[in-house]
């Protein structure tokens, strides 16, 4: 199994550095504004909203391929919740899935599994995930 | 404090089908190929490594500044390891610190509390997370 890469750099001090996120091309600027204010950047709760969006898509999709089904489209938001400590409490999943054929007891049933079991998720073990899906 | 949003789509089932995360002005396409061999695109873990890179180099400035320090420039690289399950085991930060007048014995010190401590480690909290810092 592979093993993946980043980088980060930090310059200077808390309020007045700024620093950089690197994956692949990407490359993200992020400063103390654009951490715990409204400054203009990303962060690193951004990147694990998206990780954990990213994977619980992909995990429920594969999931359902092996009941049977031929899911279409699975579509994620997350809301990441950075609280004082600072410690990123909870993760709101809100997703939609475009599936023939399939019930909503059934789709309930699978994407709780996949927003325990997807790696992402079970990495995240401290933080509160909650999920709410529906066909559509 | 803040609370920050994410996306991600998944279109089609897990071998034929691709996928999408976004976080502000970023899009990054993904694949079984990208994900699990070496196709082009990202991947979760990538994004997982960034944000806990970017993460622990912010908190150790931050730590390093409290205690009168003046940081010039913290560098980090996260491997991280994704095994059979699929689960996310280890990640190893490598990372090289720039800071005047900082003996090695205070920044393994301060390295270590800000490895535990900093928000997307704690929220990692069933990942084995490794660092090796030095000074430069």
Redesign the interface.
Known sequence: ???????????????E?S?A????A?E?K?TFAS????GE??????????????????F???ML?KEGF???????????????????TTIELDSTADVPDLTDAKLQEIAAVAKANC??S??????NIKLNIKLV
Chains 1, 2 share one sequence.
């Open positions: 199994m592979p093993v993946r890469n980043a980088q980060a750099v930090w310059n200077g001090t808390l309020r550095g620093g996120m690197k994956y692949g990407y993200g992020y951490r715990f204010e409204n950047g990303t962060n690193p709760e951004e990147l694990v909203g998206a990780a954990n969006a990213g994977c619980f898509s992909m429920l999709s594969a391929t031929k899911p279409i489209k699975i579509a994620t938001t997350a809301k990441v919740h950075i609280e004082d400590g600072p410690t990123i790696p992402v079970k990495a995240l073990a401290s933080v």
